[in-house]
């Protein structure tokens, strides 16, 4: 996406969430306890007013920038999520087999966090628990931006 066009982007998704972007950032693998997973591009931003957005792109596989044609590939279908500030009830580091299998299985059963010894030999994603039971897992770049934005009290970890 080139700048133009991320700029139309931004500008166009704050006239429809009708809030200022605040911060953004992708995750590269995204699962929730309502059995989404996506395995490309989730654009995540947080917005003016205390909420939070996400949602995902279609990205077709390419070679080289060829794109592949895949006859028995599932048809797209666009996924969003909002969610309130204050409806964090805990952020956390895990093993992303976990979340994937939990995902999968639509669990809404928190994981716990990932040790120190899977800190080092696993992939990891961030771990967003929200009062509702409702459960997003996000592999973010910089997990501890969200931290940040969210406060380290009641009960985040990382």
Do not use: H
Not at 22 to 29: N, P, Q, V
């Amino acid at each position: 996406m080139e700048y133009a066009e991320a700029a139309e982007f931004i500008k166009e998704l704050e006239t429809r969430l009708g809030s200022r972007i605040t911060w953004r950032t992708f995750a590269t693998w995204f699962g929730s306890s309502e059995g989404q997973i996506r395995e490309y591009g989730v654009f995540l931003c947080a917005l003016e007013d205390g909420r939070f957005y996400a949602e995902d792109f279609e990205r077709l596989p390419q070679i080289l920038g060829y794109t592949i044609r895949q006859k028995n590939r599932p048809k797209y279908e666009k996924y969003s999520i909002i969610f309130p500030k204050e409806s964090i009830k805990s952020i956390s580091v895990v093993r992303k087999s976990q979340a994937e299998s939990s995902s999968r299985a639509a669990s809404r059963v928190p994981l716990s966090p990932a040790g120190r010894f899977s800190r080092i030999l696993f992939p990891l994603v961030t771990q967003v628990v929200l009062d509702d039971g409702r459960i997003y897992y996000f592999e973010l770049i910089e997990p501890k931006a969200l931290i940040k934005l969210t406060g380290e009290e009641n009960g985040r970890s990382i």
